[in-house]
């Protein structure tokens, strides 16, 4: 097969055949890679990381039938990722990821601190809004350094972009998120 369709690929899965995760690989498997390997920065995990990911696929569908096959996949590799680096970093901290994570403590509030789930689905549909708003730029920005883990370089790179001119752009996101949070009462 020459260029595979997402739901093609989605059939593959349902009718069991292995080729579905072949296919799978050969659309999303860069995307994948990339996620792994921005969020455990070693490549030994991130190919351990990979294969999980492509069995979690296989576990999961059916009977779930993604509408955007990218985004379940990569966001099934950011989740596999994150929970190994946690397993393994639990005595030692991972300063690529804290340092993401620390850029945006004054904009979200810990997941820790969130008693209930009714402010957890709050925050996240507030987010989602946010995201919404967002000229494509903007979203592709903040997506790919707050979800993807992107470093600054990367992505100034890959939006023609000076890495000061990019910080900037990501200080005035996240002071802008803090902003909509606060005046939607999800942030004191």
């Not at 050969?26 to 921005?38: C, D, F, L, P």
């Not at 920065?41 to 492509?54: F, G, K, V, W």
């Not at 680096?85 to 810990?110: V, W, Y």
Request: charged residues 35%; aromatic residues 8%.
């Amino acid at each position: 097969m020459t260029h595979v369709e997402d739901s093609e690929i989605i059939d593959l899965f349902f009718e069991r055949s292995e080729q579905a995760v072949s296919e799978l690989e050969k659309q999303y498997g860069k995307a994948v890679r990339q996620t792994a390997e921005n969020i455990l920065r070693d490549r030994l995990d991130a190919e351990e990381c990979i294969n999980d990911t492509y069995l979690k696929v296989w576990n999961s569908i059916p009977p779930q039938r993604p509408d955007y096959l990218g985004s379940y996949v990569c966001r099934i590799a950011r989740n596999t990722a994150v929970s190994r680096l946690r397993a393994e970093t639990a005595e030692k901290r991972n300063r690529g990821l804290d340092l993401i994570l620390d850029e945006l403590e004054e904009c979200i509030p810990s997941g820790e601190n969130v008693e209930d789930r009714i402010e957890t689905r709050e925050l996240t549909e507030a987010i989602d809004r946010f995201l919404s708003s967002l000229d494509y730029d903007d979203r592709f920005l903040f997506l790919r350094r707050y979800w993807y883990a992107d470093s600054v370089k990367d992505i100034a790179a890959a939006m023609h972009l000076r890495e000061n001119r990019l910080s900037v752009r990501l200080f005035r996101l996240r002071e802008k998120l803090r902003k909509t949070l606060v005046k939607e009462g999800l942030l004191v």
